[in-house]
C-alpha cells in the first residue's frame, strides 16, 4: 500500500514552455500533497503544500506564478512549470501525506531538462 | 530551520554497524527517516511519533529523544542494499510539510 506516482518520470523541453507534472495517490486518499524539488547531491527542498480543494501554500521564494499548483482530487495534484528556463531544470518530486498516519510517501520524481 | 545530520558521510564494509544522527533546534512532533538511491526518490524507512519511541524493522532501527530534540538512526550488519543517501525529515507541531536535514551519504563496501 502507500504507493505515490508521479508522471512523467522525464522530460525534455524548450526554453519558454509550459510543463506540467503529474502525482496520483494509487492507493489513498491525500487532502495534503507536496512538491520538492531537488538539485544533485543536495537535500530536498520544498516548495509548496497542495491542498485538495483549496490554494496551494507557497514556501518563501518560490514564484507561484511561476510553479502553478492544482490538486483537484483526493488522488491527483499537478505541478505546471511556465515559462521554463534553464535554471528551473531539477528533479521534482511528490509526497503525498497519509491523514491518519502522518507519513508521507514520495512518487518515484521527475526530470525535468530545459535546453 | 533545516535538522542537522551527523556524519555527512561514511564508509562501511559488509557487516559493519553505523549510527546517523538527526538533531533539531526546534521542539519536535515527529522524525521521519529516508534512504534514497542515486536517481531514485527517497523511500520511507519508519517515523518516530512520541518521544522515548523506538521501532525497527529487520536490522534498521531508530530512537527519538523528544527532551533533546534528536533522533537516531541504527543500521546494523550493513548490507550492500543499504548504500544511499539518509535523510531525516522532523515534524513540527502546526505545520504539515516536512523539514529536511542535509543529508548522509553512506556507502557499504564488500
Known amino acids: 500500500g502507500a504507493v505515490v506516482s508521479q508522471h512523467p518520470s522525464w522530460v525534455i523541453c524548450k526554453s519558454g514552455t509550459s510543463v506540467k507534472i503529474e502525482c496520483r495517490s494509487l492507493?489513498?486518499?491525500?487532502?495534503?500533497m507536496f512538491w520538492y524539488r531537488q538539485f544533485p547531491k543536495q537535500s530536498l527542498m520544498l516548495m509548496a503544500t497542495?491542498?485538495?480543494?483549496?490554494?496551494?501554500?507557497?514556501e518563501q521564494g518560490v514564484e507561484k506564478d511561476k510553479f502553478l499548483i492544482n490538486h483537484a482530487s483526493l488522488t491527483l495534484s499537478t505541478l505546471t512549470v511556465t515559462s521554463a528556463h534553464p535554471e528551473d531544470s531539477s528533479f521534482y518530486i511528490c509526497?503525498?501525506?497519509?491523514?491518519?498516519?502522518?507519513?508521507?510517501?514520495f512518487g518515484p520524481g521527475t526530470r525535468l531538462t530545459v535546453l | 530551520q533545516q535538522p542537522v545530520q551527523s556524519p555527512q558521510a561514511v564508509i562501511l564494509r559488509e557487516g559493519e554497524d553505523a549510527v546517523i544522527n538527526c538533531s533539531s533546534s526546534?521542539?519536535?512532533?515527529?522524525v521521519h527517516w529516508y534512504r534514497q538511491k542515486h536517481g531514485e526518490a527517497p523511500v520511507f524507512l519508519m517515523i518516530?511519533?512520541?518521544?522515548?519511541e523506538q521501532k525497527g524493522h529487520d536490522k534498521i532501527s531508530a530512537s527519538f529523544n523528544e527532551k533533546k530534540q534528536q533522533s537516531s538512526l541504527y543500521l546494523t550488519a550493513s548490507q550492500l542494499s543499504y548504500s544511499g543517501t539518509y535523510f531525516c525529515?522532523?515534524?513540527?507541531?502546526?505545520?504539515?510539510?516536512?523539514?529536511f536535514g542535509s543529508g548522509t551519504r553512506l556507502q557499504v563496501q564488500p
Open positions: 509526497s503525498a501525506r497519509l491523514d491518519t498516519h502522518n507519513e508521507q510517501f
Open positions: 526546534k521542539a519536535l512532533y515527529s
Open positions: 525529515g522532523t515534524g513540527h507541531t502546526g505545520r504539515r510539510a516536512l523539514t
Open positions: 518516530l511519533l512520541k518521544g522515548g
Open positions: 492507493d489513498f486518499q491525500a487532502t495534503t
Open positions: 497542495s491542498n485538495e480543494g483549496s490554494k496551494a501554500t507557497y
